[in-house]
T-cell receptor
């Protein structure tokens, strides 16, 4: 049972445009969501998070939106930069130790 | 160093051999996690430690897999009688606590991983 789904394995965006990465979840007990970025041969690094009591969290060029009724969250990157090219994972947490990750979306920002 | 350290970074072994993967978490982090990323797959939860105890080992794929943590610090993941399907990147992460607890962000700090190839 894939509790966190990232249905787009890859995405290409022109530099300067907006990148939108999507994530769907099935576990209604999740109350915390995180986005991680992973470069090749490196471990994932934390990018941004959102609590289920919010519907938006913004940090610089990165904004995460949460739609609890649709069990959907998205990460917006604007403007996109070539250095943003990486694999992005979303993860859900239900207030316990267990973080459930999606399969990732590979973003390629074209110069 | 200040980050999570994993060794070896790369390990090539023959089918049937045992391997040990080591993780040195960030000092003071009480929570330690092992994840696995197989080719084309997401991050698969293996096991979680709070201190030296592992409340949940349900993510371990088989009884060939075991892990321990000593002194609330270093952890070792052992895979016995390796199989080709064990080939993956094994990632260790640590965290100061649970999401929402003590107002921490719930962020996991990952190491660079140990790439295991079983021939």
């Amino acid at each position: 049972d894939q509790q966190v789904k990232q249905n787009s394995p890859s995405l290409s965006v022109q530099e300067g445009r907006i990148s939108i990465l999507n994530c769907d979840y099935t576990n209604s007990m999740f109350d915390y969501f995180l986005w991680y970025k992973k470069y090749p041969a490196e471990g994932p690094t934390f990018l941004i998070s959102i609590s289920s009591i919010k519907d938006k969290n913004e940090d610089g060029r990165f904004t995460v939106f949460l739609n609890k009724s649709a069990k959907h969250l998205s990460l917006h990157i604007v403007p996109s930069q070539p250095g943003d090219s990486a694999v992005y994972f979303c993860a859900g947490n239900s207030g316990t130790y267990k973080y459930i990750f999606g399969t990732g979306t590979r973003l390629k920002v074209l110069a | 160093g200040a980050g999570v350290s994993q060794s070896p970074s790369n390990k090539v072994t023959e089918k049937g051999k045992d391997v040990e993967l080591r993780c040195d978490p960030i000092s003071g982090h009480t929570a330690l996690y092992w994840y696995r990323q197989s080719l084309g797959q997401g991050l698969e939860f293996l096991i979680y430690f709070q201190g030296n105890s592992a409340p949940d080992k349900s993510g371990l794929p088989s009884d060939r897999f075991s892990a321990e943590r000593t002194g609330g610090s270093v952890s070792t993941l052992t895979i016995q009688r390796t199989q080709q399907e064990d080939s993956a990147v094994y990632l260790c992460a640590s965290s100061p606590g649970l999401a929402g607890v003590f107002a921490n962000t719930g962020e996991l700090f990952f190491g660079e991983g140990s790439r295991l190839t079983v021939l």
